[in-house]
């Protein structure tokens, strides 16, 4: 497959060139600007699948030929893994499958904590899916954010001295799915490694826009954990992965249990057997593995080079655009954003949130998100809302949860879908779109 043009880009894509329907029923074009959510499809996906669906049989010690085909291949898909991700020590890692970025934050939780003084060391910009799983295990400390809602890195040290001893992993995010920052996972991991901890990289925003290398350029800067879902760099069926040390698992009791991870059961003793078998109980998802290898290929194809340096041009003109609109209130900074996403998250002033992602909708087929996008803390602060303001919908009918609007960017995007968008919000603010 070769990649000419950005037309090309676009034509490997499901539906984004989907007619949607308006408030009256007229089929009008559609423009999705929902990624940091799901992604689309790449439509080679199903044909791909497709063909391992002749062979496909069970995973394990099934000694028929297509059982074979069908094992083989999921033990290659793991290596592809470690290739992409420029893994160099391959005996020092292990890979397991799981069903999103949610659930492999869960099982870490579940699986690393191993006593009630333990803290995990997380931050205030985290996604709840990095911050309510740990909450439920063990003692948790916060690192704040800055005014603009970057990471503390003064406080992550800081941390780490106070409660030197304490604080074997620490949980971040790699990239903020509000606004769109890169934290640097390699000096982080630094950092980390300093005090004698491990680091955990939520990379559910990071894998479809930038190329991670979990070995760094030195040993000091190697990425212990790292987590992301297929369902946000183009591959349905619902996989998730776990890239992490082997031997945490190793001396770890699996947080389910069942078929595939034992190597005897007696009537009162049971044999686990080795990372990653053990952790990954039951049938794994073949096909969705298969299809979220298709999508990887596809990105390496298209060139993560191209990806940031594409994405920068829509956030610019994103950015600027809103920054010259009457009423529109942008979150973040909007004048360094040599490390965001293509992220912008706003509100317009005298609008709720919701109101206007619906006129967005209905009106221009627009998609975007409204809300606090399971981020509620770190959202809360850059709104600069207190927990007795954010809580009083919930007692008070007539009171609206607060939220803001996100713009969540992805290669197919084109400046023209960016500036029917602003067009829009300039007509929503002057009352000719309502």
Known sequence: MKIRDHKDIRDLFFGIDEKVYDYNGHRIDSINFDNAATTPVFKSTFSYIKGFSKTYASIGRGTGQKAEITTQLYYESKSFLMDFFHIKDRDKYTIIYVKNT????????KTLTKNDDEIVLISRMEHHSNDLPWRK?????YIEVDKDGRLNFEELEEKLVKNSGKIRYVSLTGASNVTGYI?????IAKIVHKYEAKLIVDAAQLV???????SGSCEEEQIDFLVFSSHKIYSPFGIGVIIGLKEDFKNSVPDYLGGGTVELVLDNEVKYLEPPEKNEAGTPNFLGTMALINALKIVRTIKYSFIEEHEKILLKRIIQGLKSIPK???YGDTINIYDRLGIAVFNIDGFYHRDVAEILAKKRGISVRHGWFCAHPYCRRLMNVSEEEAKCFLEDCNKKMPGMIRVSFAPYNTVKEVDLFLNAIEDIVSGKLK
């Open 102 to 109: 949610t659930e492999g934050i869960n099982k870490l939780a």
């Open 183 to 187: 934290n640097d996972i390699h000096e």
């Open 208 to 214: 479809a826009h930038k190329e991670i290398n979990i």
């Open 328 to 330: 529109v209130i942008n």
């Open 137 to 141: 295990r063990g003692k948790v400390e």
